[in-house]
Structures are given as C-alpha cells and as structure tokens.
C-alpha cells in the first residue's frame, strides 16, 4: 500500500485520491519520520486454495501473530 504513494512522489507526479499508504520516500532519503507510531499489518496464505492463513500485526516494539491451520474449523 506504501508503493504507490513512494512512486508518486519519486516521480514527482501529483495526484488528488485520499489513499491509506504513506510515501517511503523521506526513508529512502535517510530523514526522519514518524513511522515508529505506525501500525503495520501483514497478511499471508500458504498451500493451494488457502489451507493455512497468516496474520501480524506490528507497532513500535510489539507485535501480535495469528495463526490458522487448516483443521480449525
């Protein structure tokens, strides 16, 4: 979701959407950000047609992890 907003503003393209991403940018410039505040959310799947699904979620020094096997029901 970080993609995006990074592009944009490495190519210096304006645009005028509200969008959830923020751009990487100022990190790839070696400046400081607020990013340490920031929730991070992951999501992944193993197996075809989805028989494990992964999750985490990550702020500052914390972080949650879920995981499903594919027995639960």
């Known amino acids: 979701m970080d993609l ?7 190519c210096k393209i304006k645009y005028h959407h509200k969008i959830d991403g923020l751009s990487l940018h100022p990190l790839l410039q070696n ?15 193993r197996g075809y047609l989805t028989p494990y699904q992964n999750m985490a979620v990550r ?15």
């Open 31 to 45: 400046n400081q950000t607020d990013f340490e505040t920031r929730s991070i959310y992951h999501h992944w799947t």
């Open 4 to 10: 995006f907003p990074t592009i944009m503003q490495v």
């Open 59 to 73: 702020q500052g020094d914390f972080k949650l992890i879920g995981q499903v096997d594919y027995d639960v029901p």
